[in-house]
């Protein structure tokens, strides 16, 4: 049985980011369009919360995308096309 297909069972993107997410002081950086990272966000910061604010304005960094966890390179089009590379080094030099 495949358990990435299981409703409510984590898939091993999910089970990754949190377990990376759980080591103080680590941060995962998502490199993917922002649709895949507010939910691994949302599930990383219930999890392991970093900061107690429920204000969207209090996270207004490029990669955070008012959250607090898990940044993204919000990649597009134009990315898969002619590549993420200066998002991602944009992104790790933050």
């Excluded at 966000?41 to 996270?59: E, H, V």
């Excluded at 597009?76 to 030099?93: C, Q, R, T």
């Amino acid at each position: 049985m495949d358990q990435n297909n299981i409703p409510g069972y984590p898939g091993a993107l999910t089970g990754t980011i949190a377990a990376i997410e759980s080591i103080k002081d680590s941060v995962v950086v998502l490199n993917g369009p922002t649709g895949c990272k507010y939910f691994h966000g949302r599930i990383s910061n219930q999890a392991f919360p970093r900061n107690f604010s429920m204000n969207p304005s209090d996270f207004p960094k490029e990669f955070f995308l008012n959250q607090p966890r898990v940044p993204t390179t919000y990649l597009n089009g134009e990315d898969y096309i002619f590549g993420p590379g200066h998002k991602l080094i944009k992104s790790l030099a933050f």
